[in-house]
C-alpha cells in the first residue's frame, strides 16, 4: 500500500480546497460541515528539479517523478471520539494513513463560516489535538485490560507491552499526544497493530488569504501555530488554499509567469507535498537511461537490495550488486563516461545504504 498523508482539521478550514488543488481530483468543497463523507484519495507528484537535471544528461523518452498520497478526511468536530459529526467513521479514515496534516485556518471572511464562531488556531489545534487524544485512550485502555490478562501466560513480550501501554496511558490522561513517549523498538513492533492517532508525525498547514502567500510577517495566527508546532518538534508549512486552487490551473510559462506575479519563488503545494515526504523519513533515488529516468521512493536507511526490490521483487531476490553515483557529482562531471573516468562511479554490495540522490543501476541474476 502506498504511504499517505491524511489531511485533518475543523470544518471550512480549506481541507477539500487544499485536496482538490493538490490532486485535482474534484472533491467537493461547499461551505458547510461534512460534505467530504468518505475520504478522497489523490496520488500526487514529488517535485523534485534532479529529474530534468538527469534528463538533460540522458536524454531519455520519458520522465517519472515518484508519487504521494494524500487522503483528504472529513472534517472533526468537538465531540468526534464520541461519534459527533459521524467522528468514529472519520478517526477510523486517520487510523489508516502515515502521517497527518493537520490544517489550520489562518485568516478572516466573513464569507466563510467557521464551526466555532470565529477564527482562534491554538483553540481549532487543541479541538483536534483532544479528541484524537480520546480516541486513542479508549484503545490503549481497552488493550491494556487484555494484556493485564495475558501477562498471566508469563510470556514477556505480554510485560513489555503493559509496561509502554500504562506510559502512553498516563500522557494521554495529562492531555498530550502519544508522539511524547519515547518508546523503544520492542515496544514500537508490538504496539504497531494499534495504529494510534496521536503517535502519528505531523505537519501543520497554515492556511492563509491570498494576499499573504508571498509574505504572511504580521499574520498573528501564523505565528500562533508556528509556537504551537516548536513545542511539539513539528512542522509548518504556509499556503494559501483558495490560491492553490488557482495556479493548479497552470501550467508550464503560465504557471511560472504566475508566480512570479505574485512574488513565489515556487507553489505552497510543492513546499508541502516535499514536506509531507520528509515527514516520513522518505528518500529518492534514481535510475536514469535512455529509456526513462525515474525517481523511486525508500525509506531513510534502506539497504541496496530493498531499494532494488522497491523497482521489482526479482532484483532484490537476485542482487549481486549496485552500480552507484551521486547525483551532484553525475551533473558536474556531465556524464556517466567521465563520471567514470573521475572515479565517482562505483560498486556497492549489499550492505549499501542507499542515499537520497543517488543514481543506480542494479546488478542482478535470478
Given at each position: 500500500?502506498?504511504?499517505?498523508?491524511?489531511?485533518?482539521?475543523?470544518?471550512?478550514?480549506?481541507?477539500?480546497?487544499?485536496?482538490?488543488?493538490?490532486?485535482?481530483?474534484?472533491?467537493?468543497?461547499?461551505?458547510?460541515?461534512?460534505?467530504?463523507?468518505?475520504?478522497?484519495?489523490?496520488?500526487?507528484?514529488?517535485?523534485?528539479?534532479?529529474?530534468?537535471?538527469?534528463?538533460?544528461?540522458?536524454?531519455?523518452?520519458?520522465?517519472?517523478?515518484?508519487?504521494?498520497?494524500?487522503?483528504?478526511?472529513?472534517?472533526?468536530?468537538?465531540?468526534?471520539?464520541?461519534?459527533?459529526?459521524?467522528?468514529?467513521?472519520?478517526?477510523?479514515?486517520?487510523?489508516?494513513?502515515?502521517?497527518?496534516?493537520?490544517?489550520?485556518?489562518?485568516?478572516?471572511?466573513?464569507?466563510?463560516?467557521?464551526?466555532?464562531?470565529?477564527?482562534?488556531?491554538?483553540?481549532?489545534?487543541?479541538?483536534?489535538?483532544?479528541?484524537?487524544?480520546?480516541?486513542?485512550?479508549?484503545?490503549?485502555?481497552?488493550?491494556?485490560?487484555?494484556?493485564?490478562?495475558?501477562?498471566?501466560?508469563g510470556d514477556k513480550k505480554f510485560k513489555v507491552e503493559a509496561d509502554a501501554l500504562e506510559r502512553i496511558a498516563a500522557?494521554?490522561?495529562?492531555?498530550?499526544?502519544?508522539?511524547?513517549?519515547?518508546?523503544?523498538?520492542?515496544?514500537?513492533?508490538?504496539?504497531?497493530?494499534?495504529?494510534?492517532?496521536?503517535?502519528?508525525?505531523?505537519?501543520?498547514?497554515?492556511?492563509?488569504?491570498?494576499?499573504?502567500?508571498?509574505?504572511?510577517?504580521?499574520?498573528?495566527?501564523?505565528?500562533?501555530?508556528?509556537?504551537?508546532?516548536?513545542?511539539?518538534?513539528?512542522?509548518?508549512?504556509?499556503?494559501?488554499?483558495?490560491?492553490?486552487?488557482?495556479?493548479?490551473?497552470?501550467?508550464?510559462?503560465?504557471?511560472?509567469?504566475?508566480?512570479?506575479?505574485?512574488?513565489?519563488?515556487?507553489?505552497?503545494?510543492?513546499?508541502?507535498?516535499?514536506?509531507?515526504?520528509?515527514?516520513?523519513?522518505?528518500?529518492?533515488?534514481?535510475?536514469?537511461?535512455?529509456?526513462?529516468?525515474?525517481?523511486?521512493?525508500?525509506?531513510?536507511?534502506?539497504?541496496?537490495?530493498?531499494?532494488?526490490?522497491?523497482?521489482?521483487?526479482?532484483?532484490?531476490?537476485?542482487?549481486?550488486?549496485?552500480?552507484?553515483?551521486?547525483?551532484?557529482?553525475?551533473?558536474?562531471?556531465?556524464?556517466?563516461?567521465?563520471?567514470?573516468?573521475?572515479?565517482?562511479?562505483?560498486?556497492?554490495?549489499?550492505?549499501?545504504?542507499?542515499?537520497?540522490?543517488?543514481?543506480?543501476?542494479?546488478?542482478?541474476?535470478?
Open positions: 500500500m502506498p504511504l499517505q498523508a491524511g489531511i485533518v482539521g475543523l470544518p471550512n478550514v480549506g481541507k477539500s480546497t487544499l485536496f482538490n488543488a493538490i490532486t485535482k481530483a474534484g472533491a467537493e468543497a461547499a461551505n458547510y460541515p461534512f460534505c467530504t463523507i468518505d475520504p478522497n484519495v489523490g496520488v500526487v507528484e514529488v517535485p523534485d528539479v534532479r529529474l530534468q537535471g538527469l534528463a538533460d544528461i540522458v536524454h531519455p523518452k520519458r520522465i517519472v517523478p515518484t508519487a504521494f498520497e494524500f487522503v483528504d478526511i472529513a472534517g472533526l468536530v468537538q465531540g468526534a471520539s464520541q461519534g459527533e459529526g459521524l467522528g468514529n467513521r472519520f478517526l477510523g479514515h486517520i487510523r489508516e494513513v502515515d502521517a497527518i496534516v493537520h490544517v489550520v485556518r489562518c485568516f478572516e471572511n466573513d464569507d466563510i463560516t467557521h464551526v466555532s464562531g470565529s477564527v482562534d488556531p491554538l483553540r481549532d489545534i487543541e479541538t483536534i489535538e483532544l479528541e484524537l487524544i480520546l480516541a486513542d485512550l479508549e484503545t490503549v485502555q481497552k488493550r491494556l485490560d487484555r494484556t493485564k490478562k495475558n501477562m498471566k501466560s500522557t494521554l490522561a495529562d492531555g498530550k499526544p502519544g508522539r511524547y513517549v519515547s518508546l523503544s523498538e520492542e515496544e514500537e513492533q508490538v504496539l504497531r497493530d494499534l495504529h494510534l492517532l496521536t503517535t502519528k508525525p505531523i505537519l501543520y498547514a497554515a492556511n492563509v488569504g491570498e494576499d499573504e502567500a508571498a509574505d504572511n510577517t504580521g499574520n498573528p495566527y501564523v505565528e500562533t501555530v508556528r509556537q504551537r508546532a516548536a513545542e511539539e518538534h513539528a512542522q509548518v508549512v504556509v499556503v494559501s488554499a483558495q490560491l492553490e486552487a488557482e495556479i493548479a490551473e497552470l501550467e508550464g510559462e503560465d504557471r511560472d509567469a504566475f508566480l512570479a506575479d505574485l512574488g513565489l519563488a515556487e507553489a505552497g503545494l510543492d513546499k508541502l507535498i516535499r514536506s509531507a515526504y520528509d515527514l516520513l523519513g522518505l528518500r529518492t533515488y534514481f535510475t536514469a537511461g535512455e529509456p526513462e529516468v525515474r525517481a523511486w521512493t525508500i525509506r531513510e536507511g534502506t539497504k541496496a537490495p530493498q531499494a532494488a526490490g522497491v523497482i521489482h521483487s526479482d532484483f532484490e531476490r537476485g542482487f549481486i550488486r549496485a552500480e552507484v553515483v551521486a547525483y551532484t557529482d553525475l551533473v558536474k562531471a556531465g556524464g556517466y563516461t567521465a563520471a567514470r573516468e573521475q572515479g565517482k562511479v562505483r560498486l556497492e554490495g549489499k550492505d549499501y545504504i542507499v542515499a537520497d540522490g543517488d543514481v543506480v543501476h542494479f546488478r542482478f541474476n535470478v
